[in-house]
């Protein structure tokens, strides 16, 4: 997968992902789209592309457990979030959802660098340097790769044994 | 076997694996709720599944307690789906007005010593107090669990959290939460359990009442807990023979000798005094009298922190012995349950309120979230008994978040201030 760069700092919470407030009238990831990140990006989703990631420092994704802060940024095309930390509910939802939670040393990532992730290694092109992820564990590995938890029950009925 | 943690003793029970931190395993859910900020999503999730059953509806319950009462038609129809689906599958509904379903799960047994009880929402953890393995999870993981029973969890490691000495007057469970939060930061405690405890000489944590252990489980989430868990006792089991629970069927488990904790906390409750986090993180986090004289427009009592019986009566104390609240400032009081305004309402402090120019609120999560209730102006600082203050938190980004306990925002509410309660139960 071959992304560019949109970066985001430490404690990252939901809220700031999308407001709350912003599911009372919609829960359409292509409405809550315009608002993804307003209170601390306000031009973060006008202009979001279909290669940008989202790289964040520590803890991105803390505070609620709601799932729109993760189908919010699906609906915006993104595919993978990278991250020195997550806060696990947004990792697991992430999971669930098919969209690549990648856990690795994001400090020397910046605004805009050309990334490309692969199993257990994050590749940024634009400084030419190679920082490891974590790999994910088999479970894990097999709801994301199916395309997300649906994708998983519609074709097995069941989680792994 | 290897010594294992209360978290690890769970989740094997659970799991039929001998699970150890860092395992993921697929566990068995004995109760899990929903939400009406998360079930609507859960159901759309389980039609895409292709759902068509509910594999154990008496193990599953939900709540409409974010949008309580429906501030919007879109919101009512929300609640409307879910009446239609609890009633189409056989699952118990609690309706708006019953309260704050974490509050709820608690109230009627549901959370067991030794259970796995889940929650699509992140204040499920607070039924760790009962020696329950609890966490919040998502809207899809409550869709899987509507059609197999199940959950896939990584098995977390454990943060030992030893509280020993008695809090001193004035000083609560929530400035126990707030210190620990400051010591620890917001992600301390990510993907680990708290696993609360006290030593064989001094209890600590032990001596805590059930409703205290509540404030202590609910807020490990604020510093990234998976969990956060006491071991059972007396005092949990003269809690569940109170509530209509089947206290037969928990299986309360302790940590073996030699369990691995991947680090141990400290905290002597003798030493503590009155906490204050400040705005926007639930971890900033300082002693409040070097808060005090902050300007104060809007106290807030309630939510699954602080919306309890015991919560209500400090706040009370405190509110009587400064004469009132103070000129300017909006006293807000939204019960956790209807039981709980039900027994403000029988004992005469429910009154004191209203004579004291409370505004009171449904019992549900109110403006805590800031999707229904009283929501705060610009430039308005709220001092609240809640568990977080992110900007925009309770419905306004141009206002500001103080977290402090029930006596604490008393204490504000007659200054006007931030002030240290101590001041008003000498």
């Known amino acids: 997968m071959r992304i560019r760069a949109r970066v985001f700092g430490d404690d990252v ?5 999308i407001a709350s ?4 009238d919609s829960l359409d990831p292509q409405v809550l789209r315009q608002y993804l990140f307003e209170e601390i990006a306000p031009q973060f989703a006008a202009g979001v592309q279909a290669e940008d990631a989202i790289v964040a420092g520590k803890n991105f994704g803390c505070g609620s457990a709601m799932e729109v802060a993760v189908t919010a940024v699906l609906g915006a095309g993104i595919r993978a979030v990278l991250a020195h930390s997550f806060a696990r509910t947004y990792y697991r939802n992430a999971v669930n959802n098919g969209l690549l939670p990648v856990i690795c040393d994001t ?12 199993s257990g290694e994050v590749y940024n092109e634009t400084t030419a340097e190679a920082i490891a992820a974590e790999p994910l564990p088999y479970i894990m590995r097999a709801i994301i790769e199916a395309g997300g938890l649906v994708a998983y029950f519609r074709r097995h009925g069941d989680f792994p044994a | 076997m290897a010594a294992q943690t209360i978290s690890e003793k769970i989740l094997s029970a659970k799991s039929g694996k001998n699970a150890f931190a860092g395992d993921v395993v697929v566990c068995r859910v004995d109760c899990a709720l929903g939400t009406d900020g998360s079930t609507p999503m859960a159901i759309d999730y389980f039609e895409a599944m292709g ?11 939900l709540a409409l307690d974010h949008y309580a009462p429906a501030p919007s038609r879109h919101t009512a129809q929300l609640h409307q789906r879910m009446r239609h689906f609890a009633a189409a599958h056989g699952i118990l509904l609690w309706d708006v007005g019953e309260g704050i379903g974490h509050q709820l799960v608690v109230e009627t047994g549901r959370a067991l010593p030794g259970g796995l009880a889940v929650g699509a929402d992140s204040h499920a953890v607070m039924y760790g107090a009962l020696n329950a393995f609890a ?12 059609i197999s029973g199940k959950i896939w969890l990584r098995v977390p490691e454990s943060i030992r959290v030893t509280l020993t000495g008695r809090l001193p007057a004035g000083v609560y469970p929530k400035d126990i939460a707030l210190a620990l939060a400051k010591q620890l930061g917001a992600d301390g405690a990510a993907y680990k359990a708290l696993e609360f405890g006290g030593l064989p000489e001094s209890p600590g944590a032990m001596e805590l009442d059930l409703e205290d252990r509540l404030v202590l489980s609910n807020l490990s989430v604020e510093m990234g ?3 956060g868990i006491f071991a059972a006792d007396e005092k949990t089991f003269a809690y569940l023979n109170g509530v209509s629970s089947d206290p037969e069927m928990a299986d309360p488990q302790t940590p073996d000798p030699g369990a691995r904790y991947c680090r141990e906390v400290e905290m002597d409750l ?13 971890d900033r986090v300082m002693d409040i009298r070097e808060s005090a004289a902050t300007p104060v427009q809007m106290v807030y009592l309630g939510t699954c922190t602080g919306g309890r019986v015991r919560d209500y009566r400090q706040a009370l104390a405190v ?17 956790a349950s209807r039981t709980v305004l039900e027994t403000l309402a029988r004992d005469g402090t429910l009154a004191e309120f209203i004579a004291l120019g409370a505004v009171i609120g449904t019992p549900g999560c109110g403006s805590c979230c800031g999707t229904c209730g009283s929501i705060p102006g610009d430039n308005v600082n709220v001092i609240s008994t809640a568990n977080r203050n992110f900007k925009g938190r309770m419905g306004n980004g141009a206002a500001s978040i103080y977290l402090a306990s029930p006596a604490s925002c008393a204490a504000a509410a007659v200054r006007g201030v931030v002030a240290d309660p101590r001041e008003f139960l000498a």
Do not use: M
């Open chain 1, 13 to 17: 919470n939901t809220d700031y992902i």
């Open chain 1, 21 to 24: 407030r912003r599911k009372r």
């Open chain 1, 107 to 118: 400090s020397r990532i910046r605004e805009g660098d050309r990334l490309r992730i692969a």
């Open chain 2, 51 to 61: 759902g068509a059953r509910v594999l154990n509806p008496g193990s599953i319950v």
């Open chain 2, 135 to 146: 966490t919040g999870i998502g809207s899809s993981d409550l869709a899987a669990i509507f």
């Open chain 2, 225 to 227: 807990a998976k969990n």
């Open chain 2, 270 to 282: 003798d030493r503590l005094t009155p906490q204050i986090a400040l705005p926007h993180c639930v």
């Open chain 2, 319 to 335: 509110l009587k012995a400064g004469g009132g609240v103070a000129p300017g400032v909006q006293l807000v009081v939204a019960p």
